[in-house]
Structure formats: C-alpha cells, structure tokens
C-alpha cells in the first residue's frame, strides 16, 4: 500500500506553478526518542506485535526526535521494529521537514529546496513532496529539474493531476509547448472541470500558433470563471493574432471592465484599434495604458508601432526611445532602427542594428536589416553575410534568401540565386515574385523553357504583373514563339497604360 509523507491537492496553476499544503495531527506527546522506542520494543509488554502497533500509533501522533540512517534503522530492527513502524518514522520525519519548507519565505527557493530534499532523504517516493520541490526548482528557473521531479512524482502517482499540470506549464516555459499538450489533456481527462487546465493549454496552443484551438480553450475557461479578466484577455490577444479584431476589441473591453487598472489590456485593445485603423480610439488606449504605468515600455512600444504605421516616423522614434530606456530589448532596436530609416536617418538605423546584435548576438531580423542596408549601398559582400546569418538563425527566414537571392542576380551568381529562390517557393508557395524570379534566373542563363515555366505559374499567382508579362515575352521570342510572345508583350503595355493616372 502506497503511503505519504503530506496530503495532496488539486493542480490549481494559471500561469505559474503550485503548491501544496498539510495539516497534521497537534502533537499530544514528546517526540519519541531512538531509545524509548528500542527499549519498548526490547519489553515488548503487550507482545512484539502489540507495541509495534502503539509505537506506530504514537510516532504517527507525536513524531520523533532522531534522525534515521542505516544504524539507528538497524537497531530499531535488531529490537523488533516491524517495517511498518520503520516506514512511520520515515514519513513522520518526511512531513516534519516538509512543514518546515512550507515555513520558508515565499520567495526563499533555496531554503524550500533544501528542506523538501531532506524529507525525501527519508521518503525518497513522496510524490506531494518532489511536485513542491518541482515548484521551487522552478521558481528558482532551474526549469530542467523541476521537471524531473514532477516527472519522478508521476511515475509514483499517475493520477496526480498537479503533477501533470505543473509539468506541462514547465515543458512550455522551456519552449516544448507541444510536448505539454500530452500532459494537459491527461489533467483534463481526470479533472475536466479544472479552469486552469484549459487556460494554460490554451497559451500552449498560443505558442504553437494555434489561435483557433486556444481560442476554445479560452472560451472553456470563461465559462468556468467568468469574472477572471484574463480569460478575456488572452483570447482577446488570439483573436487579435487571426485578424479578428472586432471581437478582440470586444474581449479586451470584457477584460478592462473586470480589471480597470490593467495597463497591458487597454495596451492590447489599442493594438486591435490601430490594426482597424481608427488611430483616435488606439491613442486614447495606448495614453490611458501609460497614464496607469509610466513604465510600461510595452505601452511605449505599441504606440510607437502605431506612429510608424501612421508614417509619423519622428513620434515613434520617440515612444522608441522610451521604451528602449525602460527594457532594451534587441526587437526595440531593430524597431526603431526601421523607424530611423524610414525618417531619412540611415546611420542611426545602422547604428540601432548594431546595438540589437550587442544585446541578443541571436536576434536575426538585426541582421535581415542591415543586410538590406548593405545591400542598397551595393556592399554586397557584407549584405550576403548579414543575411546569411539571418539565415543561420532562422533557417526558415524566407525574406533573407529572397534578398539575397536578388543580389546573386546582379552579382550574375545564378546557381545560388536559384538555390535561393527555390527555398522561398518551398516555404511560400503562394509567392509569385519568388517563382518570377527564379524564372528570371533561369531566362538570364538561357534555359527558356524553364523560365517560360517559373514565369507562367508566376502569373496565374499574380495576373496583372506587368514585368512577368514582358519577361516572359522575351523567353517566347528566343524559343520562337513569336504570336505568344507579341499577345504577352500587348498585355504587359496595357497593364502599364492601366497603372498611370
């Protein structure tokens, strides 16, 4: 029979983790001492079996005064300890120095930590005791052995639902929300009416870039507690990320009603506003959300984003500024640097890049960016550099290999434009200028099939391209198609004659 050293209860997180908590008996005796216990048990007045049972009985209610080790084990059993009295003291000492962890500050982890470890010294297999251990790991961020504990704890308790619970919000915060998944719905499954399973999945789902299912999830945990504005708040945000921003609008309005002084909320209904473009309602926002917290460079930072939208590039340069000051991180950087260009300043651009890459050496868009400033100064050399690590970094980065797949253009390297080229196409098979180009490419090294090819599927992309029509004109012409190439050559015209005023 499986016994513990402390009660467990329900998996309760929201967004961090839990603890738990242990009521036990008031100690109506002393605690025992090694000796009472060897002489009672060497008396045996009641029989062997008789005291075992009153020993257990009062360890269980008094608890003892020693620390058990190998000798003091060994000469329990050499008076006639049964196993069970052993295991009593074992989890009479366990719930001693968990109590004491329970005692510690809230924010003491060390001091948790070193007090729970000593009471699985004596009850290694308490599943209560390592999922609070597993918290305080990872309040301490030492995220990699909270889970460890939490896991350990499952393997003892498969039904422990914060055990799970607590595992699948570390898994996320380690960048595995996918792997969390599994351990949600195993909480689900045991628990389906625990509100903070649905709303920590439903970041999970966020993470993963499945708004839709974190959106239900969201809607779950609404309806278990209505009156929690950050339900509202996070589904708000998913809508916002699919482009609904009326009913983002709506959820942020159900949020700021149930928590007025959220800054971050008027910030995130500023954000639908701006995206709308009814600019007066986003600044109202974005005013309101810095008037409740002057250091909110979230705040700072979104209406900056909103000027530069505007194109009122000398605003956001300095909403930029600020919220550099208050949290400079590399993508407040890059932001603003894009925001320097674009006022005419393209050394204080450069010069923002080149603090990103000072403050997060792996942040790619910095060297996306100044890549492209290299490049329109036609230093080519460090442009492919810059985007070839934006590359490295983000191997899925379609925009750097297009970027640089346009330099190899004019550098006349057409093998690597094409290499280029065709991986933008492979990760957005909708781009009609990456598959022009590489038709391009290909109608530049007089391979006109293939270009008349890339530029025909081009255009079923893109059907009022004039320059595909004209490139592909010229393909025709070299293949000896000469009606196809005079039909292409009148349509490129008219779409031109359509674009003049």
Do not use: W
Request: charged content about 30%.
């Amino acid at each position: 029979m499986k016994s513990y050293c402390s009660l467990t209860f329900l998996f309760a997180v929201v967004s961090a983790f839990a603890l738990t908590s242990l009521a036990q008996s008031p100690v109506k005796q002393p605690p025992a001492s090694l000796e009472s216990l060897k002489a009672e048990l060497k008396e045996r007045v009641a029989g062997l079996q008789t005291t075992n049972l009153i020993l257990k009985k009062r360890v269980e209610d008094s608890g003892v005064d020693f620390e058990i080790d190998e000798a003091s084990e060994a000469a329990l059993k050499e008076a006639g300890a049964s196993a069970d009295l052993i295991e009593t003291i074992r989890e009479s000492l366990c719930a001693e120095h968990f109590n004491k962890a329970l005692e510690c500050p809230k924010e003491d982890f060390k001091c948790q930590i070193d007090l729970y470890s000593k009471a699985l010294s004596f009850h290694p297999n308490d599943a209560t005791t390592l999922v609070n251990r597993g918290a305080a790991y990872e309040g301490q961020k030492d995220l990699e052995k909270a889970i460890a504990d939490y896991s350990k704890a499952i393997q003892i308790d498969p039904k422990d639902d914060m055990a799970y619970g607590n595992r699948a919000n570390a898994l996320r915060r380690i960048g595995k929300p996918a792997d969390s998944l599994v351990d949600f719905e195993v909480v689900e499954k045991q628990n389906p009416k625990e509100p903070s399973t649905y709303y920590n999945r439903g970041l999970a789902y966020e993470e993963l870039g499945k708004y839709e299912l974190a959106i239900k999830d969201f809607g779950k945990y609404i309806l278990l507690k209505p009156k929690d504005p950050d339900g509202y708040g996070e589904r708000g945000n998913a809508y916002f990320e699919i482009g609904s921003y009326d009913l983002s609008i709506k959820d942020y309005t159900s949020a700021i009603a149930l928590s007025k002084t959220d800054s971050d909320l008027f910030v995130g209904r500023g954000r639908a506003y701006s995206e709308k473009g009814s600019y007066p309602l986003a600044t109202k926002d974005f005013d309101t959300a810095i008037k409740l917290n002057a250091e909110s460079a979230y705040a700072f930072h979104n209406r900056g984003y909103m000027y530069f939208v505007m194109k009122q590039y000398a605003k956001a340069v300095a909403d930029y500024d600020r919220s550099i000051e208050i949290d400079p991180h590399a993508g407040r950087y890059v932001d603003r640097g894009v925001a320097q260009y674009r006022n005419g300043s393209r050394d204080l651009a450069r010069k923002d890049y080149d603090a990103a890459m000072l403050t997060d050496p792996k942040y790619s868009p910095a060297y996306y960016y100044r890549g492209l400033l290299f490049a329109e100064a036609k230093d080519y050399g460090r442009a492919i550099l810059d985007f070839r690590k934006a590359i490295e970094l983000e191997p899925e980065d379609s925009d750097s290999h297009f970027e640089r797949g346009l330099i190899y253009i004019e550098i006349e390297a057409y093998e690597s434009a094409l290499a280029d080229f065709t991986r933008v196409f492979e990760l957005e098979p909708n781009n009609s200028a990456a598959i022009g180009n590489r038709g391009i490419v290909y109608l530049r090294m007089k391979e006109y099939q293939k270009a008349v090819t890339d530029l025909s599927h081009s255009l079923k992309l893109d059907p009022n391209d004039a320059d595909t029509y004209f490139n592909r004109s010229i393909a025709y012409e070299e293949l000896g198609e000469t009606q196809k190439a005079a039909a292409d050559k009148r349509r490129s015209e008219q779409l031109e004659r359509s674009k003049k005023p």
